[in-house]
C-alpha cells in the first residue's frame, strides 16, 4: 500500500491544519492592520462643506496619521457633522482644547485634515466636539492661546496662510481708524448728527455745567487735538499708500504681483506691509490712550467710539479691491474646490 | 393468521415507456421459497429488485410482513435491510473496497456496537460458508466472476437473514460452486429462512421450491405450489416448467450440516464478544489488523489508482 | 409539434424537479453526516487527499506563476506609470478575490469532477450502488455526502493555498529576478488586503465546491445502466460544473462590487 494511502489520515490532518493555521495568521493580520483588536476613541466635529472630507479620511498629527473620520451627515443647519476616531495609541495626545484643521494644497495636491492637540494637561474627554481652526470657537480657542497652530511645511502654504491675516488685519485696522478719527473729528466739531455726536454735544453741555472740570477738560482735549493731529498724519500717511497708484492697494490687488512680486521683490512688499501694520498699531494705541482719557471722564464717549466701531467693521470698502484679488483673497478659499492632481489628469483633455 | 413475509399488490413498474412488471401479485409466507423461472428479459431480475425495493415500483404495494415498503420509516427501512439479503447475479461486489470490506460493510452498518474481533469472526464465517478460503485483502477485479458471486452470496449472508432475495444464483459457477449454493439455499431452508428466487435452473426448482412462479414480458402468468407447477398444462408455461422433476433430496455433504448447525447461534456470540466498546467507521475498520482498509467507499481521484479506479 | 413541444416542457420541468430534489437530500445528509453513525470519516479523508492533497502540486505551480507575473508588471510596468504601489491590489484581487477560487474550481473540476462522476456512473452500471441499498446504506449519505464536504473543504484548503503560494510563494521568485524588501512588500500587501477580499475567496469556493460536488454526483447517479453513459456522465459534470461555476462568479462578483 502506497505511503499516502497507509498514511491518509495524517496528511490530510496536515493539510487542513496548515490551511486554517495560515487562514487565521492572515486574519490576525489582516485585523491587525485594520484595528480590529484595538480601541478607537470618538470625537464629533464640523465643517462647513463635505468638500475635501469623506469618510476614511486620515487625520495627521505631525505627520503621523491619528485617526480618521469615521462618519459625514449633513445637519438642519445645512452644515457638515462628523465623527472621527483617534487611535489608541496617540489617544493621550489629544488634549482639551485641541483644534482640526483643513488643509488644502495651494497646488492642487488635495486637502490634509491636520489635528493641533490643545495644551492643556486635560486629556479630551471620548465623544466632545473638536472645533475646526477655523470656526468661531476654534479661533478664539487660538486667540486666547490654548492651542496653537504650526506653521505649515510647505512654504507656499505657510505664506498663504500668513498673508490672509494680515491682509485682515490690516484692512480692519485702516477703516476703523478712518471711521473713529471722522467720527470723533465731528463730534468733536459738534457737526455729528450720529449718537456719537448727540452724545458729544450732551458732553460738551455737560462740561458747561461742570465749570469745575473745564480747564481740566479743555487740557484733555487740547491732548486729545494733539493726538488726533498725529492719528490724523498717519492716517494721511496711510491714505497716501492705499492711494498711490505704485503703493501698496495696487500691488496687492495686480494680478502679476501677488505671491510672485511678494517672494521676488526681496520681501520689499512684506516688509512695507509690516511697517504699516506697526503704524497702524501704533495709531491705535494713540487712539486707545485717547479714549481711557475720555473715558475716565466721561464713559459715556468710550461707549459711543465702541459702537461706532462696531458700525465701522461692517463697511470695508477702502480694501474692497483687495478682497476681491482673485489670488489673496477670492483664490484661496476656492482652491479648496481643487480636484486631486491625478484626477484633474485622467479627467482632462490633453 | 399472520401476514406473509412478502406480499406483492399489482405492482407494476416501468422505465421510460416500456413496462417491465404489469401488475404482478403474489404471496410468500414465512419459511417459504419462492422460486420464478421465465425466458430472458422475461422481468425475473425486475421482479427481484421491486420486491427488495431497489426499484421503486410505479404503481401497486409491496409489503414485508405486512408493512409497506415505500411507507417504512427510516428506522423500519434499516430493519428490513437487517433482515434481508440480496445476491446479485453479477455480484455487484464494491470494487473499491477489498473483500474483506465488502463482507464486513452489513456488519458495520447493522451492528454498529460489534467489536473488530466480532466483525472478523462473522467475515470469516461468511466466507467460509461460501468456500472461499483465500486471501480476503483481494479486491473484487482480482477474483474471477464465479468466485466473485461467491463473494456477493456471502455478503448476502453475513447477517444471517430472514428472507433472502437471489438473482440466478448458481448460473456461471463450476459445478462444485453450483453445489455448495445449493447446499446453503437447503441450510436456510432448514432453518426457516425464506427464498425469493429467480432461476432458470429446473433442478434447482425441483429441490427447493415451495412455491413457483412463471413470468413472460414482465407479467406473472402463473403462481403456484410446487405440485400445482408440476402439474401445469398450459403449453405456454410447460415449455418452462416442463423439466421439473419430482421432488427427490440429494444426500448433502457432511461439511453442510456441520456448518449449518453452528451457523445458528454463531452471530448471537458475535454480540457478547464485543472488544471494543464504540465501533466506528473512522477506525480503519480492519479486522485483525492483517486486512486493511484503505477506502472505504473509495473517493477515488485521477491518482487514485490504489483504488482502481478513475 | 406542439405536444412535442409540450412533452419536451414537461420532461425537463420533471428533470429539473429531481434535480432539485436530489441537491436538497445531498445538502440534508452533507449537514447531518457528522451524526449519521453510519457514514464513513475515512471516505471523507480520502476525499480530501485526492481531490485536496493530490490537487496542490498543480495549484501551487499556477498560483506561483500567476503571483510572479504580477510581481514583475508591477515592479517594471506599473513603476513607470509610477504606480508601482497598485501592484498589490493587483495581487490581492487576482490571488485572493477572483482568478484564485475559479482556477483552483477548475482545477477541481479537471481532476475530480470527471473523477466522481465517472465513479459513480461506473457503479451504477456495476449495481453496486443497489448493493449498497440492499445492504441497508442510504447511498447519498454514504457516497453523497462525503464527497461533497470533501470537494468542499479541498476547495477551502486550496484556495487558502493558492492564496499563499501566490502571494507569499511568488514573493520569493521574484526575489530572485528583481529583488524587494520584504518588510516594504508584506506592508503593502496587508495594507490592501481587507477581510472582504479573503470572506470572498472564501465563499467563493465554498459556492465552487458545492456547485462542482452536486453537479458531478448528480451526472454520476444519473447513469442508468450501459457503461457507454460513464464517459459522457463525465463529459457532462464537467460542462455542468464549469458554466455554473462561471455563472455563479459573475453574480458573486457582482454582489460584491454592486452591493
Same mark, same amino acid.
Given at each position: 500500500?502506497?505511503?499516502?494511502?497507509?498514511?491518509?489520515?495524517?496528511?490530510?490532518?496536515?493539510? #487542513?491544519?496548515?490551511?486554517?493555521?495560515?487562514?487565521? !495568521?492572515?486574519?490576525?493580520?489582516?485585523?491587525?492592520?485594520?484595528?480590529?483588536?484595538?480601541?478607537?476613541?470618538?470625537?464629533?466635529?464640523?465643517?462647513?462643506?463635505?468638500?475635501?472630507?469623506?469618510?476614511?479620511?486620515?487625520?495627521?498629527?505631525?505627520?503621523?496619521?491619528?485617526?480618521?473620520?469615521?462618519?459625514?451627515?449633513?445637519?438642519?443647519?445645512?452644515?457638515?457633522?462628523?465623527?472621527?476616531?483617534?487611535?489608541?495609541?496617540?489617544?493621550?495626545?489629544?488634549?482639551?482644547?485641541?483644534?482640526?484643521?483643513? #488643509?488644502?494644497?495651494?497646488?492642487?495636491?488635495?486637502?490634509?485634515?491636520?489635528?493641533?492637540?490643545?495644551?492643556?494637561?486635560?486629556?479630551?474627554?471620548?465623544?466632545?466636539?473638536?472645533?475646526?481652526?477655523?470656526?468661531?470657537?476654534?479661533?478664539?480657542?487660538?486667540?486666547? !492661546?490654548? $492651542?496653537?497652530?504650526?506653521?505649515?511645511?510647505?512654504?507656499?502654504?505657510?505664506?498663504?496662510?500668513?498673508?490672509?491675516?494680515?491682509?485682515?488685519?490690516?484692512?480692519?485696522?485702516?477703516?476703523?481708524?478712518?471711521?473713529?478719527?471722522?467720527?470723533?473729528?465731528?463730534?468733536?466739531?459738534?457737526?455729528?448728527?450720529?449718537?456719537?455726536?448727540?452724545?458729544?454735544?450732551?458732553?460738551?453741555?455737560?462740561?458747561?455745567?461742570?465749570?469745575?472740570? $473745564?480747564?481740566?477738560?479743555?487740557?484733555?482735549?487740547?491732548?486729545?487735538?494733539?493726538?488726533?493731529?498725529?492719528?490724523?498724519?498717519?492716517?494721511?500717511?496711510?491714505?497716501?499708500?492705499?492711494?498711490?497708484?505704485?503703493?501698496?492697494?495696487?500691488?496687492?490687488?495686480?494680478?502679476?504681483?501677488?505671491?510672485?512680486?511678494?517672494?521676488?521683490?526681496?520681501?520689499?512688499?512684506?516688509?512695507?506691509?509690516?511697517?504699516?501694520?506697526?503704524?497702524?498699531?501704533?495709531?491705535?494705541?494713540? #487712539?486707545?490712550?485717547?479714549?481711557?482719557?475720555?473715558?475716565?471722564?466721561?464713559?459715556?464717549?468710550?461707549?459711543?467710539?465702541?459702537?461706532?466701531?462696531?458700525?465701522?467693521?461692517?463697511?470695508?470698502?477702502?480694501?474692497?479691491? *483687495?478682497?476681491?484679488?482673485?489670488?489673496?483673497?477670492?483664490?484661496?478659499?476656492?482652491?479648496? /474646490?481643487?480636484?486631486?492632481?491625478?484626477?484633474?489628469?485622467?479627467?482632462?483633455?490633453? | 393468521?399472520?401476514?406473509?413475509?412478502?406480499?406483492?399488490?399489482?405492482?407494476?413498474?416501468?422505465? !421510460?415507456?416500456?413496462?417491465?412488471?404489469?401488475?404482478?401479485?403474489?404471496?410468500?409466507?414465512?419459511?417459504?421459497?419462492?422460486?420464478?423461472?421465465?425466458?430472458?428479459?422475461?422481468?425475473?431480475?425486475?421482479?427481484?429488485?421491486?420486491?427488495?425495493?431497489?426499484?421503486?415500483?410505479?404503481?401497486?404495494?409491496?409489503?414485508?410482513?405486512?408493512?409497506?415498503?415505500?411507507?417504512?420509516?427510516?428506522?423500519?427501512?434499516?430493519?428490513?435491510?437487517?433482515?434481508?439479503?440480496?445476491?446479485?447475479?453479477?455480484?455487484?461486489?464494491?470494487?473499491?473496497?477489498?473483500?474483506?470490506?465488502?463482507?464486513?460493510?452489513?456488519?458495520?452498518?447493522?451492528?454498529?456496537?460489534?467489536? =473488530?474481533?466480532?466483525?472478523?469472526?462473522?467475515?470469516?464465517?461468511?466466507?467460509?460458508?461460501?468456500?472461499?478460503?483465500?486471501?480476503?485483502?483481494?479486491?473484487?477485479?482480482?477474483?474471477?466472476?464465479?468466485?466473485?458471486?461467491?463473494?456477493?452470496?456471502?455478503?448476502?449472508?453475513?447477517?444471517?437473514?430472514?428472507?433472502?432475495?437471489?438473482?440466478?444464483? =448458481?448460473?456461471?459457477?463450476? /459445478?462444485?460452486?453450483?453445489?455448495?449454493?445449493?447446499?446453503?439455499?437447503?441450510?436456510?431452508?432448514?432453518?426457516?429462512?425464506?427464498?425469493?428466487?429467480?432461476?432458470?435452473?429446473?433442478?434447482?426448482?425441483?429441490?427447493?421450491?415451495?412455491?413457483?412462479?412463471?413470468?413472460?414480458?414482465?407479467?406473472?402468468?402463473?403462481?403456484?405450489?410446487?405440485?400445482?407447477?408440476?402439474?401445469?398444462?398450459?403449453?405456454?408455461?410447460?415449455?418452462?416448467?416442463?423439466?421439473?422433476?419430482?421432488?427427490?433430496?440429494?444426500?448433502?455433504?457432511?461439511?453442510?450440516?456441520?456448518?449449518?448447525?453452528?451457523?445458528?447461534?454463531?452471530?448471537?456470540?458475535?454480540?457478547?464478544?464485543?472488544?471494543?466498546?464504540?465501533?466506528?467507521?473512522?477506525?480503519?475498520?480492519?479486522?485483525?489488523?492483517?486486512?486493511?482498509?484503505?477506502?472505504?467507499?473509495?473517493?477515488?481521484?485521477?491518482?487514485?489508482?490504489?483504488?482502481?479506479?478513475? | 409539434?406542439?405536444?412535442?413541444?409540450?412533452?419536451?416542457?414537461?420532461?425537463?420541468?420533471?428533470?429539473?424537479?429531481?434535480?432539485?430534489?436530489?441537491?436538497?437530500?445531498?445538502?440534508?445528509?452533507?449537514?447531518?453526516?457528522?451524526?449519521?453513525?453510519?457514514?464513513?470519516?475515512?471516505?471523507?479523508?480520502?476525499?480530501?487527499?485526492?481531490?485536496?492533497? /493530490?490537487?496542490?502540486?498543480?495549484?501551487?505551480? @499556477?498560483?506561483?506563476?500567476?503571483? =510572479?507575473?504580477?510581481?514583475?508588471?508591477?515592479?517594471?510596468?506599473?513603476?513607470?506609470?509610477?504606480?508601482?504601489? @497598485?501592484?498589490?491590489?493587483?495581487?490581492?484581487?487576482?490571488?485572493?478575490?477572483?482568478?484564485?477560487?475559479?482556477?483552483?474550481?477548475?482545477?477541481?473540476?479537471?481532476?475530480?469532477?470527471?473523477?466522481?462522476?465517472?465513479?459513480?456512473?461506473?457503479? $451504477? +452500471?456495476?449495481?453496486?450502488?443497489?448493493?449498497?441499498?440492499?445492504?441497508? +446504506?442510504?447511498?447519498?449519505?454514504?457516497?453523497?455526502?462525503?464527497?461533497?464536504?470533501?470537494? #468542499?473543504?479541498?476547495?477551502?484548503?486550496?484556495?487558502?493555498?493558492?492564496? @499563499?503560494?501566490? *502571494?507569499?510563494?511568488?514573493?520569493?521568485?521574484?526575489?530572485?529576478?528583481?529583488?524587494? =524588501?520584504?518588510?516594504?512588500?508584506?506592508?503593502?500587501? @496587508?495594507?490592501?488586503?481587507?477581510?472582504?477580499?479573503?470572506?470572498?475567496?472564501?465563499?467563493?469556493?465554498?459556492?465552487?465546491?458545492?456547485?462542482?460536488?452536486?453537479?458531478?454526483?448528480?451526472?454520476?447517479?444519473?447513469?442508468?445502466?450501459?457503461?457507454?453513459?460513464?464517459?459522457?456522465?463525465?463529459?457532462?459534470?464537467?460542462?455542468?460544473?464549469?458554466?455554473?461555476?462561471? $455563472?455563479?462568479?459573475?453574480?458573486?462578483?457582482?454582489?460584491?462590487?454592486?452591493?
Amino acid at each position: 500500500m502506497k505511503f499516502r494511502i497507509r498514511h491518509a489520515d495524517r496528511i490530510v490532518g496536515a493539510f #487542513v491544519l496548515v490551511a486554517a493555521a495560515a487562514l487565521c !495568521g492572515s486574519i490576525v493580520l489582516v485585523g491587525a492592520n485594520q484595528r480590529w483588536f484595538a480601541r478607537d476613541y470618538r470625537f464629533e466635529t464640523r465643517f462647513a462643506s463635505a468638500a475635501g472630507v469623506a469618510p476614511g479620511t486620515a487625520i495627521y498629527m505631525k505627520g503621523f496619521q491619528i485617526g480618521k473620520i469615521q462618519r459625514i451627515t449633513l445637519n438642519e443647519g445645512n452644515e457638515v457633522d462628523a465623527t472621527f476616531v483617534v487611535y489608541d495609541d496617540y489617544y493621550p495626545k489629544a488634549r482639551k482644547d485641541s483644534v482640526l484643521e483643513l #488643509v488644502t494644497s495651494p497646488i492642487g495636491l488635495g486637502t490634509q485634515l491636520l489635528f493641533h492637540p490643545g495644551k492643556a494637561e486635560e486629556v479630551l474627554a471620548e465623544g466632545s466636539f473638536v472645533p475646526l481652526a477655523g470656526s468661531e470657537e476654534g479661533r478664539f480657542l487660538i486667540e486666547e !492661546g490654548l $492651542v496653537e497652530i504650526p506653521p505649515k511645511d510647505d512654504t507656499i502654504t505657510r505664506l498663504l496662510a500668513g498673508i490672509n491675516p494680515l491682509i485682515e488685519d490690516l484692512d480692519k485696522t485702516v477703516v476703523t481708524v478712518n471711521r473713529t478719527l471722522t467720527e470723533v473729528n465731528r463730534a468733536l466739531a459738534g457737526q455729528s448728527s450720529g449718537p456719537a455726536g448727540r452724545i458729544v454735544n450732551d458732553a460738551a453741555k455737560a462740561v458747561a455745567t461742570a465749570e469745575s472740570y $473745564v480747564d481740566t477738560l479743555m487740557a484733555q482735549v487740547s491732548d486729545l487735538l494733539k493726538s488726533a493731529n498725529a492719528v490724523a498724519d498717519n492716517a494721511a500717511a496711510m491714505s497716501a499708500e492705499l492711494r498711490d497708484p505704485t503703493g501698496l492697494v495696487p500691488r496687492l490687488l495686480d494680478a502679476k504681483g501677488s505671491v510672485k512680486t511678494l517672494l521676488d521683490d526681496k520681501n520689499v512688499l512684506f516688509d512695507r506691509l509690516t511697517s504699516s501694520l506697526a503704524e497702524t498699531e501704533k495709531t491705535l494705541k494713540n #487712539v486707545q490712550g485717547i479714549t481711557q482719557e475720555l473715558r475716565a471722564q466721561m464713559p459715556s464717549i468710550g461707549v459711543a467710539i465702541d459702537e461706532g466701531r462696531t458700525a465701522i467693521k461692517q463697511a470695508q470698502d477702502v480694501l474692497e479691491g *483687495l478682497k476681491n484679488n482673485p489670488l489673496l483673497r477670492g483664490g484661496v478659499p476656492e482652491r479648496r /474646490e481643487q480636484q486631486p492632481l491625478y484626477q484633474s489628469l485622467r479627467e482632462g483633455e490633453f | 393468521m399472520a401476514a406473509p413475509v412478502l406480499e406483492l399488490r399489482s405492482v407494476t413498474c416501468t422505465r !421510460g415507456e416500456a413496462v417491465i412488471l404489469d401488475e404482478v401479485s403474489l404471496r410468500l409466507e414465512e419459511g417459504e421459497a419462492a422460486f420464478f423461472m421465465g425466458a430472458a428479459g422475461s422481468g425475473k431480475s425486475a421482479l427481484l429488485k421491486a420486491a427488495s425495493g431497489l426499484d421503486v415500483a410505479s404503481a401497486g404495494e409491496i409489503l414485508f410482513r405486512g408493512r409497506e415498503l415505500s411507507r417504512m420509516t427510516r428506522r423500519e427501512e434499516a430493519e428490513f435491510r437487517r433482515k434481508t439479503g440480496f445476491v446479485f447475479q453479477d455480484a455487484a461486489l464494491w470494487a473499491n473496497q477489498s473483500l474483506y470490506d465488502n463482507l464486513a460493510l452489513p456488519v458495520r452498518i447493522h451492528e454498529p456496537g460489534l467489536g =473488530a474481533a466480532a466483525i472478523d469472526a462473522a467475515v470469516r464465517r461468511a466466507a467460509e460458508l461460501v468456500g472461499y478460503d483465500e486471501e480476503l485483502r483481494a479486491r473484487p477485479a482480482e477474483l474471477s466472476l464465479g468466485e466473485r458471486r461467491l463473494i456477493g452470496l456471502a455478503r448476502a449472508l453475513v447477517l444471517d437473514p430472514e428472507l433472502l432475495y437471489m438473482d440466478e444464483p =448458481a448460473a456461471n459457477l463450476d /459445478e462444485e460452486s453450483a453445489e455448495r449454493v445449493h447446499e446453503i439455499q437447503a441450510a436456510l431452508k432448514d432453518r426457516g429462512r425464506s427464498l425469493f428466487v429467480a432461476s432458470s435452473s429446473s433442478a434447482a426448482v425441483s429441490r427447493f421450491a415451495d412455491r413457483v412462479g412463471v413470468l413472460r414480458g414482465g407479467r406473472l402468468l402463473a403462481y403456484g405450489s410446487f405440485d400445482e407447477a408440476a402439474a401445469w398444462t398450459d403449453p405456454a408455461l410447460r415449455g418452462i416448467t416442463g423439466r421439473l422433476k419430482a421432488r427427490k433430496a440429494p444426500p448433502r455433504p457432511e461439511w453442510a450440516s456441520s456448518l449449518a448447525g453452528a451457523w445458528a447461534d454463531a452471530l448471537a456470540e458475535d454480540k457478547s464478544a464485543v472488544d471494543e466498546p464504540e465501533w466506528k467507521l473512522r477506525d480503519g475498520a480492519s479486522g485483525d489488523g492483517d486486512i486493511d482498509s484503505d477506502a472505504d467507499a473509495g473517493p477515488s481521484e485521477g491518482g487514485g489508482e490504489e483504488d482502481g479506479r478513475g | 409539434m406542439l405536444e412535442r413541444l409540450g412533452r419536451a416542457t414537461i420532461r425537463r420541468a420533471e428533470e429539473a424537479s429531481y434535480a432539485f430534489g436530489f441537491f436538497a437530500q445531498v445538502m440534508r445528509e452533507s449537514i447531518l453526516f457528522f451524526r449519521r453513525r453510519q457514514v464513513g470519516f475515512k471516505v471523507l479523508v480520502m476525499q480530501i487527499l485526492f481531490t485536496g492533497v /493530490e490537487a496542490l502540486r498543480i495549484s501551487a505551480v @499556477l498560483a506561483v506563476a500567476i503571483g =510572479a507575473a504580477i510581481n514583475l508588471i508591477g515592479s517594471s510596468l506599473l513603476a513607470e506609470f509610477g504606480q508601482s504601489k @497598485l501592484m498589490y491590489s493587483l495581487l490581492i484581487i487576482v490571488i485572493t478575490r477572483e482568478l484564485g477560487p475559479l482556477l483552483t474550481a477548475f482545477i477541481v473540476i479537471a481532476r475530480s469532477g470527471t473523477a466522481i462522476a465517472t465513479e459513480l456512473g461506473g457503479m $451504477v +452500471v456495476a449495481h453496486e450502488i443497489e448493493a449498497y441499498v440492499a445492504v441497508g +446504506v442510504n447511498p447519498i449519505s454514504y457516497l453523497a455526502a462525503p464527497r461533497l464536504l470533501g470537494v #468542499v473543504a479541498s476547495m477551502l484548503t486550496l484556495d487558502v493555498y493558492f492564496n @499563499l503560494f501566490g *502571494l507569499a510563494g511568488s514573493f520569493a521568485v521574484v526575489q530572485l529576478i528583481k529583488p524587494i =524588501a520584504f518588510d516594504e512588500y508584506f506592508r503593502n500587501l @496587508l495594507e490592501v488586503l481587507g477581510a472582504g477580499d479573503l470572506l470572498m475567496g472564501l465563499l467563493k469556493s465554498l459556492v465552487f465546491g458545492v456547485i462542482i460536488a452536486v453537479a458531478s454526483l448528480y451526472r454520476g447517479f444519473a447513469v442508468e445502466r450501459a457503461s457507454t453513459e460513464v464517459p459522457v456522465a463525465g463529459i457532462r459534470a464537467v460542462g455542468s460544473s464549469f458554466m455554473l461555476c462561471i $455563472v455563479a462568479d459573475v453574480l458573486l462578483t457582482a454582489m460584491q462590487y454592486l452591493g
